[in-house]
């Protein structure tokens, strides 16, 4: 999957349901692997959002 496309609500959403997976504690352990990978990944694109948009705010601001 490639999280650079998704919008930061959808990477979030896809993190949260990870996150209830693995907490189940259902998951084989090959798939709770997976699973953290991936969750590493979806987390800091979802951070990468939100620095560019903090970004953005405080150029509005300084704009101002």
């Known amino acids: 999957m490639d999280e ?3 919008s930061f609500e959808d990477a979030y959403k896809q993190l949260m349901e990870l996150v209830k997976k693995m907490e189940s504690g259902g998951l084989p352990l090959a798939d709770s692997v997976a699973a953290y990978e991936q969750g590493i ?3 800091a694109y979802c951070e990468q959002l939100l620095k560019e948009a903090e970004l953005k ?3 509005l601001k300084v704009g101002e």
């Open 57 to 59: 705010i405080e150029t």
């Open 4 to 6: 650079t496309k998704l």
């Open 41 to 43: 990944k979806l987390k």
